[in-house]
């Protein structure tokens, strides 16, 4: 019984539910946490619950000349659920929580993301821990962006190349071009950050195509790519409704 109690061995369930299933940046996360007992009392000092973000690491070992890739993992806030617990075999233990994602986190991809964590700390014992990942989605000013580039510019996204940009905090998107466009340009990239008044910043990305050996040239050095600033006002994202405002977007971005 000592054995099991020290390596959590029939010990308590944690689940965490969560209110949405899918979530924006900057969106508030809130759920329910459950515990249920298992066939061994159990006691301890809190219930925490915490709210991280992960991402992957290519790591070199010089000693051994290899290289492994890691994955990371950083608490953006802790949530304090309960103080000093007892959780009786067979009991069920019930705990809304409420946290809320940065503004310009980081969007979810195959193998990064957020999740929510709750632990149980049981001195002298390995602490049960119980988790949920979350599907976090661009906001929705940068879904507005999207929209427009795909319905009225006839763009279309690779999801598979959405980056986030641990530097400057920008959300890139590659959308390829219609058609009509494809021999002057190899893709468009979106670079944006939301700001603070509900608008939203950053550059637009010209890929161009190559047409003589000097563009093959740039190309390897990425000197065909034009810039250009992107800004859009909350007025201009936005019908008053809430609906995406495509004409306004579209005329900047045309």
């Not at 598979?160 to 190899?186: C, H, Q, V």
């Not at 161009?208 to 006002?233: C, H, M, W």
Request: hydrophobic share 35%; charged share 25%.
């Amino acid at each position: 019984e000592s054995f099991k109690r020290t390596f959590n061995i029939s010990g308590a369930e944690i689940t965490v539910n969560l209110d949405d299933e899918v979530l924006s940046q900057n969106d508030p996360v809130s759920g329910e946490v459950v515990i249920v007992g298992g066939k061994l009392d159990q006691s301890g000092k809190a219930i925490a619950l915490e709210l991280k973000e992960f991402w992957t690491e290519t790591r070199y070992n010089a000693a051994t000349k290899s290289t492994t890739t890691v994955t990371v993992y950083h608490t953006h806030d802790t949530v304090n659920l309960a103080g000093a617990f007892a959780i009786k075999s067979g009991s069920e233990q019930r705990f809304r929580f409420e946290t809320r994602l940065p503004l310009n986190g980081r969007i979810s991809t195959g193998s990064t993301g957020w999740l929510v964590e709750v632990s149980l700390d049981i001195p002298a014992a390995v602490d049960p821990r119980g988790h949920v990942k979350l599907d976090v989605k661009p906001s929705e000013e940068i879904a507005a962006v999207l929209e427009t580039c795909e319905t009225i510019l006839r763009f279309e996204e690779k999801t598979s190349y959405r980056r986030w940009n641990s530097k400057t905090r920008e959300s890139w998107f590659r959308m390829i071009p219609p058609g009509a466009l494809k021999k002057e340009l190899d893709y468009l990239r979106l670079q944006l950050l939301q700001s603070d008044d509900g608008g939203i910043t950053g550059e637009l990305v010209f890929d161009l195509q190559e047409k003589s050996i000097g563009d093959y040239f740039k190309a390897i050095f990425n000197r065909d790519q034009v810039t250009a600033p992107l800004a859009l006002s909350r007025e201009q994202l936005f019908l008053p409704d809430s609906a995406a405002n495509t004409k306004a977007i579209a005329d900047v971005i045309g």
